[in-house]
């Protein structure tokens, strides 16, 4: 320090003792910049721990002279001075000691409004000069360069130089606002480079700044990319000031830029191989749950940012991560986003499963459509994998979604079945993953389980799938809950039988070997027993027999002999239960013994000892109370079975000795047994029984055949329940016949057939005569009173129904172990005498249709692997035998399916109505694709009894072995139906039946071709499905008899396979393979839609010729072509029926196109502004999207057309087809409403083809149509005629139908409005002329005339017998402006 400098320093520390501030100031003014950079410079030198006092001294000086008056000569010392210390902070701000230089800045923030704009000026840039020196902000100016910043943007307009800013062009002088200045700082500070230790603190300063919305997206980018050179650990600070930055806005932009660079990072790391990048790929897992909680932290300090992360999340819905599919689940754990956020996710998971099977189903569309870019299902595993580490925050709201999308997909919905099954199972993996990873989630999935059973939501069943696989994988897990469980035992009472017995079945593991629990339920099922009305009792009934069938299961398993007297402890305590049900009411009783009966058909339950000689000495002591001695013709007393009093079953016989018979022939099997004396014993009273009843005549049971069987006289209950009684025994003791087998033949052949025609004697008298109050019968047939388990029937059927190819193939696949083809010879020759009665096959198949069709609600009773063995017993027993091509003409048939009956329906027709009930029971469990290797290619696994799951899966076959076997299938049902209908009109109904099960497997196959990535495979299904398109279409041009189902079969045969008729060369392409290069735009779209609906075309032509010749139109027109088919078997009857059949498939096809359309909103402004610049894939991909859904749509206009053309026959096909036209102006307005919100996509040439032919061809001849129909109705001779006989006359209308009809037109009228609405919104949007293409007044002329309406409706609501009058169109109003 010079001697001036020491002596200026004496001088102004002597004035600031003595506070003289004024004169620090003047005698500061009158110095040099330079003189007083050195002296603050000196001062913080010096000075240790806070701001110098020579330092606070020049402050107050300059702030005492600008107070003074002297504005401008205090403001610049002071600025002088405020710039020397911002310059010492900058070179000094690394020391240690930062509380000083902190200190030196809240001191600047103070006089900071008394510095002149030069000053504020230098200081700013002066520390934008240090940003771009070092990379970094001083950190003791965190809060004054905020203020600096803000106050800088306040200034007027500034005379500055390129020198002033930093800049190195040229000293030009130019005028700045401070606006623009501080616009040029924070753009310069993105510019430059970031030290990235630094960055958190160059975030944290920019972000306090008062920014407009253009500057927020330009800090934000910058953040957003100096994100990518940073360290993982210090990304969630990073985040953090993105968050608190989007408080000023471009919230979305913000919330998308921190979605894109963790999806970024996921795809660098996901395929993660070396262990450093796994190290790092979990590292990653925690950081993203770190910023997942400063999301939801954010969200729940500014409500804005969760709407605008919501609304990215639906604009980007197609695309979502892993990551952002987390934020959304973390999102969801604040209660107000809670509802939305799950909704959204649902939906997402739902659309992207039915997306994905409508993408791929559709063929016709497939080529133009783009790969998905996210899959839900691998979002869900994705989020359930990671949650194990770093996201386990996002675990309560997965387990939320996962339930309420199980809840949601038990109801209906909009979509497909196949979506909600996938969506579905997915949850439930989903779940029991969770449940199996984390602990704090298992109590909260035991209590959603347990509430859906106990008030037994539509979803519940499957929840109890879902406990059933958690007790499965982790009994002891699930175990530490039983307390829950056995409290939610306290609602059995309410609960159905089948929910009892799947939740009894589900916790069947924990009753074997829990004590408590097993006791406890134990208990709850003692109490319901006897303290409940019936109903509780039949449903307790059925948890215990499912308790007792899972006890005799695992006793037949191989364990260790300590566990298995155990549970052997625990069957007999069970037994002893279930012998006091057997002294309840007779409804208990007939319930218990049906249930018992059904229990001895398990392989399992016949092989334990403990649990027949438990059942046997309960039955030979119940059996002695009503046998009768040998002196009386009847075996049973059944005076004792029947109320004398009230005529009432006070003993179900019947079902006890069908129960009877299966245990004495469960312990005839029980070779080498102590109960071999038992069971000969029951098997000499059985053979007693069946004697006597082969025997005995109706007059031996005090019945006789001319009696009173009426159900409103006393005598005919009696009569009725008596008859009943005996046919039940009967019936037991042909079961019991059947299964007694020696020396691998039935015992006695011949009794079989004696007792089945007295069965065949007293049901026929009972069905005939037994009426109710109204004389109606109450029997329909004699199926409905046999009692006899499917188990005995499919055995009894293979042998009289034999399979061909098992007789002649040793090596058939059910030619195995003891069952081999000798076996089968010799038992098929043995039931030859059966074979041979026609009747008794014919019965057999009659239960077994009964037995596949009996349901309990809305389910099939019947397990699926017996359904797969009534459909192969069938098929290749009956249906088969017609497949074989006969040179004569006339079928080559076995002599019992040859005959035929009057009366009684012949073994064909039952046969293929028992394979229709079999395939539609498979297609709503979802197994159809089962049906053609069970039929084809039967293997034991598939019919022998699997409990535990309760649905099998196909053996794992080769795809094109599968694509074989469907093949054979659909051919030989084809050829079946084909010779049938040869044989025309005889065998009209056993086609119609074939022909139904054809179109189930056809539309099977179709979807398993279009999924098949096999090119052999899809070779085969090609072929199949193209033969029979043209077959079927080949048989509508036959002679074939006027039958509506038949032909409507035959329709939708031909409509299920129309989509092969295309081009071979169109299947070939891969159907995964959905990435698009653009399409030439001359692709013969045309030439496909001509060869997939030329078939239809055709048929519609014929359609209409045959209705304008029913309606005598034209008739001196000769419209016959050469080619024309034969119209005979187009009636006024049988139109009607193919109209409803087009309609629903039309209504399919436009569901389709209404899908495809919906694809083009991933062009979508909002869609389009987060793709890349020069991204235009999509663009271009939705362009030829539209002019292949516009030339589909026309296609179909086109056959529509015809139809409106022709006058129908019937009002009910007109109504059809009008219908269609709405449907088809729904599905144009639903594009057209889209090309709203694409505005990238233009109107095309095909746009305006379909707009033409639709809004202006199509209405003109639907106006004409329906005012022919209409006034044709009016204006009918016979509705002024009233009959008082009829109700309605051939020329009046119900109320009902005007109702009806009124809607029809009155929605068909909304609807194009709305079309014209939309085209009119297309035409301002793309500035393109479209009103010439619409025939505006079409539309106000169907205006219906209320004051001529009300009159005929007021009338048919008072005279129901007059006829009605319907309603009146103006055709068209006079005069209208």
């Known amino acids: 320090m010079t001697g001036e400098d020491s002596e200026l320093t004496t001088q102004l520390a002597a004035l600031g003792r003595k506070k003289a501030y004024f004169e620090v100031g003047k005698l500061l003014s009158e110095q040099d910049d330079d003189a007083v950079y050195k002296l603050v410079e000196d001062d913080l030198s010096s000075t240790d721990t806070g701001i110098g006092s020579l330092t606070l001294t020049l402050i107050k000086g300059g702030s005492a002279l600008a107070e003074s008056g002297q504005t401008l000569s205090g403001s610049t010392v002071l600025g002088t001075v405020c710039s020397a210390c911002v310059g010492q902070i900058c070179e000094d701000s690394a020391d240690p000691e930062t509380q000083k230089w902190t200190t030196i800045s809240d001191t600047l923030l103070q006089v900071l409004p008394q510095l002149g704009p030069r000053s504020i000026i230098d200081i700013a840039f002066r520390i934008l000069a240090e940003l771009k020196t070092s990379g970094a902000l001083p950190t003791p100016l965190a809060g004054f360069l905020p203020m600096l910043l803000d106050t800088m943007g306040t200034i007027g307009a500034v005379e500055i130089t390129s020198e002033d800013v930093g800049a190195a062009e040229d000293d030009v002088r130019v005028t700045r606002t401070g606006s623009e200045l501080k616009a040029y700082w924070i753009e310069s500070a993105c510019t430059y480079k970031w030290h990235a230790q630094a960055s958190v603190r160059v975030c944290a300063l920019l972000r306090e700044l008062v920014l407009t919305e253009a500057q927020v997206e330009r800090v934000s980018a910058r953040i957003q990319r100096q994100m990518e050179c940073m360290e993982l650990t210090e990304l969630p600070a990073m985040v953090y000031q993105l968050l608190l930055l989007s408080r000023s806005g471009s919230k979305r932009e913000i919330v998308g830029g921190i979605f894109t660079f963790f999806d970024n990072m996921e795809k660098q790391l996901k395929d993660a191989r070396s262990d450093n990048e796994r190290k790092r790929w979990r590292e990653l897992g925690d950081i993203e749950g770190t910023i997942m909680l400063h999301i939801s932290y954010g969200i729940k300090q500014d409500f804005e940012l969760g709407d605008a992360l919501i609304g990215f999340a639906k604009d980007t819905s197609d695309s979502l991560s892993s990551f952002s599919f987390a934020c959304l689940l973390s999102l969801a754990r604040i209660h107000r986003f809670e509802d939305t956020v799950t909704t959204l996710l649902r939906t997402q998971l739902l659309r992207s499963m039915h997306d994905e099977e409508m993408r791929v189903g559709m063929v016709w569309v497939r080529p133009y459509l783009l790969e998905s870019r996210s899959d839900a299902r691998e979002l869900l595993y994705a989020v359930v994998e990671r949650s194990s580490y770093g996201w386990d925050q996002v675990t309560q709201s997965l387990i939320q979604l996962c339930i309420t999308t199980v809840d949601y997909t038990a109801r209906r919905n909009t979509y497909s079945p196949v979506a909600c099954e996938q969506a579905r199972q997915t949850c439930i993996r989903v779940l029991q993953t969770a449940f199996t990873t984390h602990e704090f989630v298992r109590g909260e999935i035991v209590d959603q389980i347990l509430s859906r059973v106990v008030f037994q939501t539509e979803s519940h069943m499957h929840f109890l799938d879902l406990l059933q696989l958690l007790v499965a994988n982790d009994v002891d897990v699930v175990r530490t809950y039983s307390a829950k469980i056995i409290d939610s035992l306290d609602s059995i009472s309410v609960m159905s039988s089948r929910t009892l017995e799947g939740l009894v079945r589900a916790v069947a593991p924990m009753f074997l070997d829990d004590v408590q629990f097993r006791s406890s339920l134990v208990l709850v099922l003692r109490k319901i027993l006897f303290a409940r009305g019936v109903d509780e009792r039949r449903v307790a009934l059925s948890g215990l027999f499912v308790l007792i069938s899972c006890v005799a299961q695992s006793l037949d398993w191989e364990g260790e002999r300590r566990q298995n007297n155990v549970r052997l402890a625990v069957l007999l305590e069970v037994l002893g239960l279930l012998r006091r049900c057997l002294t309840q009411q007779p409804e208990i009783r007939k319930a218990a013994y049906e249930q018992l009966s059904m229990l001895l058909d398990e392989p399992f339950a016949r092989r334990n000892a403990a649990l027949l000689s438990t059942l046997h000495g309960i039955f030979r002591t119940e059996f002695a109370k009503y046998q009768t001695d040998c002196s009386h013709d009847s075996p049973i007393n059944f005076q004792l079975c029947v109320s004398p009093i009230t005529h009432k079953v006070v003993m179900p016989v019947a079902s006890f000795m069908q129960c009877f018979a299966k245990l004495t022939l469960a312990l005839d099997e029980l070779d080498g047994s102590a109960l071999v004396s038992s069971g000969s014993e029951s098997a000499s009273i059985w053979t007693d029984v069946c004697t006597r009843f082969s025997r005995a005549q109706m007059e031996d049971f005090e019945l006789d055949a001319n009696g009173d069987f009426a159900l409103d006289s006393p005598s005919g209950v009696r009569n009725n329940n008596t008859a009943r009684l005996v046919i039940g025994c009967i019936d037991a003791a042909i079961e019991y016949e059947l299964c007694s087998t020696h020396d691998m033949v039935a015992s006695n052949p011949a009794m079989v057939i004696e007792l089945f025609s007295k069965f065949q004697r007293f049901s026929d008298v009972l069905c005939t005569r037994c009426v109710d109050e109204r004389k109606k019968r109450v029997i329909g047939a004699a199926s409905d009173l046999s009692h006899m388990s499917l188990t005995t029937v499919l055995k009894v059927l293979e042998l009289v129904l034999s399979d061909p190819r098992r007789m002649d193939n040793p090596d058939h696949a059910l030619n195995c172990g003891p069952c081999d083809r000798t076996w089968f010879v010799a038992h098929v020759n043995g039931a030859s005498l059966w074979a041979a009665n026609t009747a008794f096959v014919r019965h057999l198949l009659e239960i077994a249709l009964a037995r596949v069709t009996e349901r309990t609600g809305s389910v099939c009773v019947e397990p699926t692997h017996k359904v797969l063995h009534v459909a192969y017993v069938a098929y290749s027993g009956a249906l088969a035998a017609c497949a074989r091509p006969c040179e004569s003409g006339i079928l080559d048939l076995p002599t019992n399916l040859a005959k035929r009956s009057a009366k009684a329906r012949s073994i064909l027709y039952v046969a293929a109505e028992t394979l229709v009930a079999c395939t539609n029971v498979l297609q709503s469990r979802g197994q159809l694709h089962m049906l053609h290797v069970a039929v084809m290619r039967p293997q034991p696994m598939l019919f022998a009894p699997n409990v535990n799951p309760p649905t099998i899966d196909p053996p794992t076959i080769d795809p094109l072995l599968d694509a074989q076997y469907a093949s054979a299938l659909i051919t030989g049902l084809r050829n079946t139906s084909e010779q ?70 035959i329709t939708l045969v031909l409509t299920a396979c129309q989509p092969f008729l295309q081009p071979e060369t169109v299947f070939a392409r891969p159907p995964l393979q959905l990435t698009l290069s653009v399409p030439d735009v001359s692709m013969p779209d045309v030439r496909m839609d001509d060869y997939e609906l030329g078939t239809l075309s055709r048929l519609i032509s014929s359609i209409c010729t045959a209705s304008r010749l029913l309606t005598n139109i034209d008739p001196d027109s000769n419209e016959t072509d050469e080619d024309e088919p034969n119209l005979g078997v187009f009636t006024a009857r049988t139109i009607p029926a193919l109209i409803t059949v087009l309609a629903a498939w039309f209504k399919a096809e436009l569901h389709d196109l209404d899908w495809a359309s919906t694809q083009l909103r991933r062009t979508s402004t909002q869609d389009l502004a987060m793709r890349p610049e020069g991204d235009s894939e999509d663009l271009h991909a939705s362009i030829q999207l539209e002019r292949r859904v516009c030339k589909r749509i026309h296609a179909l206009s086109q056959l529509l057309l015809q139809l409106l053309s022709t006058a129908m026959p019937t009002p009910g096909a007109t109504d059809q087809v009008i219908r269609v036209f709405h449907d088809l102006h729904r599905t144009f307005a639903h594009l057209t409403r889209i090309k709203l919100q694409c505005v990238q996509v233009p109107i095309t040439e095909s746009y305006i083809d379909c707009l033409s032919l639709i809004c202006s061809t199509l209405n003109t001849h639907a106006h004409s149509m329906i005012i022919d129909k209409y006034g044709a109705l009016v204006g009918s001779a016979d509705a002024e005629k009233p009959n008082k006989k009829a109700k309605l006359t051939s020329g009046s209308v119900g109320k009902a139908r005007v109702l009806r009809n009124s809607a029809v037109v009155s929605s068909l009228v909304y609807q194009m409005e709305l079309t014209e609405k939309y085209v009119g919104q297309v035409a301002a949007r793309h500035k393109t002329p479209l009103a010439h293409y619409l025939k505006r007044s079409l539309a106000r002329d169907f205006r219906i005339e209320r004051d001529r309406l009300h009159d005929p409706l007021q009338d048919m609501g008072n005279s129901p017998d007059e006829p009605g009058d319907t309603m009146l169109l103006d055709s068209p109003p006079p005069d209208t402006d």
Request: net charge positive; aromatic share 8%.
């Open 980 to 1049: 049938m209908l040869a044989q025309k009109p005889v065998m009209a109904r056993e086609a119609t039946s074939t022909l139904t099960s054809l179109h189930a497997t056809c539309v099977q196959l179709a979807h398993t071709g279009y999924f098949c990535t096999n090119a052999g495979a899809r070779a085969v299904i090609y072929k199949t499905l193209n033969e029979t398109a043209r077959w079927a279409f080949s048989l509508v041009g036959g002679e074939l008899p006027g039958d509506a189902s038949l032909l409507r079969n």
